[in-house]
């Protein structure tokens, strides 16, 4: 597959996923109360969800407008299953465990699965950077997060 078309392709699968998740942020689970109502439960996830849609069309249109040639890179199966097990465990953990719990194990996880060499800083980081990100969001911008269904 030439370069041109994986950008093409990979943008409008990705702009796909965008559209959908957002769409799924209308469901009735979440509060949609947009003028009156606690929106925070659906308000970051649509803006970041915005930013991958523009990002995954501006893919598109290179892809599009590219002239290039280039021949893709071989995809290493093995670690693609691997961060995508990986990722799917997260986010299944996180619905049942919650955000606090499963978020550490996640982040290392998928830095296991990506190949990260260091592992006493890969754990340090997936200790730190999801408590940062929770404290940041959830206590300053109030954000909820998945508090889990088990706990």
């Not at 009735?28 to 523009?54: C, K, M």
């Not at 465990?89 to 606090?100: D, N, S």
């Amino acid at each position: 597959m030439q370069q041109k078309n994986a950008d093409m392709l990979y943008g409008a699968v990705l702009a796909g996923m965008a559209c959908a998740m957002f769409a799924h942020t209308f469901s009735p689970i979440y509060q949609n109360e947009f003028l009156f109502g606690d929106v925070s439960t659906v308000f970051f996830p649509r803006v970041l969800l915005g930013i991958i849609f523009v990002l995954s069309m501006m893919l598109v249109v290179k892809g599009k407008l590219s002239t290039s040639d280039a021949i893709l890179t071989q995809i290493n199966v093995k670690r693609v299953l691997l961060t995508g097990g990986a990722t799917l465990i997260t986010v299944v953990g996180v619905w049942y465990l919650g955000y606090l719990v499963m978020m550490p194990v996640g982040v290392f996880l998928i830095g296991l699965a990506l190949g990260y060499p260091n592992l006493v800083i890969l754990g340090i980081t997936s200790l730190i950077s999801p408590l940062v990100v929770w404290v940041i969001l959830a206590k300053f911008a109030q954000v909820s997060f998945a508090p889990g269904t088990l706990l």
